[in-house]
């Protein structure tokens, strides 16, 4: 089961943020990539190495496509809509855009990348820490 992340707040004071250009809509809390076009699209695990190659949440929004918001690479997000299991590894999920727990993503295809987006630091916040390993899940 993905994470819903309607609600992203930055938590920490060492964060790296961007304001990026998007290549579709994207909602805050959805993970993204960045394309040889130099647009960000919703990433996910299951289409190509490409698209797994998570750079970050998106902590707002784009409603179209060349509308610009705001990237986050590095620090810690509060998730007021959804709880977090403290010490569980959050990754990319095969849904463009969403974060599964890395038992979910394990448990299923063998086409699924591995791309870590972060862990659960308390219930309700993610430190972000990327590893776009390029693995498949053995």
């Known amino acids: 089961m993905a994470l819903t992340l309607i609600d992203v707040e930055i938590r920490s004071g060492d964060v790296d943020l961007d304001v990026v250009q998007a290549g579709e809509t994207i909602t ?18 299951n289409t190509s190495t490409v698209t797994a190659e998570a750079v970050g949440v998106a902590v707002t929004e784009a409603d179209a496509a060349e509308d610009y918001f705001v990237l ?5 997000v509060m998730l007021t809509s959804t709880t977090l299991a403290v010490g569980t590894t959050y990754c990319l999920g095969s849904t463009p855009g969403s974060i599964e727990t890395y038992a979910e993503v394990t448990s299923g295809g063998s086409t699924d990348y591995v791309t870590v987006l972060g862990v659960g630091v308390s ?9 776009a390993t390029g693995a498949f899940k053995a």
């Open 28 to 45: 805050n809390g959805e993970a993204v990539y960045r394309s040889t076009d130099s647009l960000y699209y919703l990433a996910d695990n």
């Open 123 to 131: 219930t309700s916040e993610l430190e972000l820490a990327v590893n």
């Open 72 to 76: 986050l690479t590095v620090g810690t």
